[in-house]
């Protein structure tokens, strides 16, 4: 069992910063684990930001934010974070941690943080 635990969500004004964390707890190790983060927007279908597996520290990014998000892991504190630079309007949306086994079946989900952005 993986418990995540997202933080760092708010109020930015149009190409401002914030930086979401996720810090995963319930195992010593994840390195059989991935994680990402999707965002859900209202009135729309949650949809994949960007991922990362935790043995290699490998990534991938959706279209819309690449070259403005990176995600990273800190493997001491099994916390993952999204660095999320120039932002924009269509940024604003739910943020979402997901963990998934590579061994298993198993998938976990943080509660959420949200992002505002402000024109």
């Known amino acids: 069992q993986v418990q995540l635990v997202e933080s760092g969500g708010g109020l930015v004004q149009s190409g401002g910063s914030l930086r979401l964390s996720c810090a995963a707890s319930?195992?010593?190790?994840?390195?059989?684990?991935?994680m990402a983060w999707y965002r859900q927007a209202p009135g729309k279908e949650r949809e994949f930001v960007a991922s990362?597996?935790?043995?290699?520290?490998?990534?991938a990014y959706a279209d819309s934010v690449k070259g403005r998000f990176t995600i990273s892991r800190d493997n001491a504190k099994n916390t993952v974070y999204l660095q999320m630079n120039i932002l924009k309007v269509e940024d604003t949306a739910t943020y979402y941690c997901?963990?998934?086994?590579?061994?298993?079946?198993?998938?976990?989900w943080g509660q959420g943080t949200q992002v505002t952005v402000s024109s």
């Open positions: 997901r963990a998934w086994s590579l061994m298993t079946s198993n998938v976990y």
């Open positions: 319930g195992r010593t190790s994840l390195n059989n684990y991935a």
């Open positions: 990362i597996r935790w043995s290699d520290g490998s990534t």
